[in-house]
Every structure is written in structure tokens, then in C-alpha cells.
């Protein structure tokens, strides 16, 4: 599998911005996709997850409500729309895979050791 994230860029508090990863590889319809972050000086972190059968989603406290995970079944896509964007937002944005299941619940999709494949990154940056 081939993750291929894009999409980021510098923008103002209060702004948008939509992330995407493009998969390739093999067919996506048990795959657990998730959106994981990354600040300077601080651990990988969660954003939002869901599997692809559509039957489990999970975000971060931090971003509920402002970010919207969702995927494009014939592109092999998968998007990161991102509202309201903080300056807390900042970071390096990369998109993960799971790949053995096919559903993962809410409770464990936040856990980084669940993925086995993982795009090379994009740096989001948001000024006050």
C-alpha cells in the first residue's frame, strides 16, 4: 500500500484547508484509514479515523466539529476537511493505513501501533 498525502500549506486562524491521501495497492474496501498529526518537539498524535466500510469513526476532543473525515470509494481518496483551523493546528499531517482489518472500534482507532502503512507527511501551519 502507497499513501500519498497532500494538501497542506500556511493559512490564517480561522481559515480552511482540505487534506488529501491518495491509496494505491490494493482494493480499500477493509481498510481502517486514520489522520495523524505531528508538532515540532511533540509525539505523534491523533486527529480522526474511520473504517472504510463505514461503520466506525473516531476524532480527536481537540478537532470534533471543526475537522470531517471522509473518502472518495473511486478515486481511492481520502479527505481531511479542516474548518475553523487554530493555531494549535500546526503541524506535520500524515494519513495512516490499516490494512488486516477491516473495522477498528472508536476506542482503539486513536492508537498509532493499529497502523502498518503511513504517507510521507504535510506541513499545515497556522498563524494567529
Known amino acids: 500500500v502507497q499513501l500519498q498525502a497532500y494538501g497542506g500549506g500556511l493559512v490564517q486562524a480561522g481559515d480552511s484547508l482540505r487534506l488529501s491521501c491518495a491509496a494505491s495497492?490494493?482494493?480499500?474496501?477493509?481498510?481502517?484509514m486514520g489522520w495523524f498529526r505531528q508538532a515540532p518537539g511533540k509525539e505523534r498524535e491523533f486527529v480522526a479515523a474511520?473504517?472504510?466500510?463505514?461503520?466506525?469513526?473516531s476524532y480527536a476532543d481537540s478537532v470534533k466539529d471543526r475537522f470531517t473525515i471522509s473518502r472518495d470509494n473511486a478515486k481511492n481518496t481520502v479527505y481531511l476537511q479542516m474548518n475553523s483551523l487554530e493555531p494549535e493546528d500546526t503541524g506535520v499531517y500524515y494519513c495512516?493505513?490499516?490494512?488486516?482489518?477491516?473495522?477498528?472500534?472508536?476506542?482503539?482507532?486513536?492508537?498509532?501501533?493499529?497502523?502498518?502503512?503511513w504517507g510521507q507527511g504535510t506541513q499545515v501551519t497556522v498563524s494567529s
Open positions: 495512516a493505513a490499516n490494512t488486516e482489518k477491516a473495522y477498528l472500534s472508536p476506542q482503539v482507532m486513536g492508537i498509532k501501533a493499529w497502523y502498518d502503512y
Open positions: 495497492g490494493r482494493t480499500f474496501s477493509n481498510l481502517v
Open positions: 474511520f473504517s472504510w466500510n463505514g461503520f466506525s469513526t
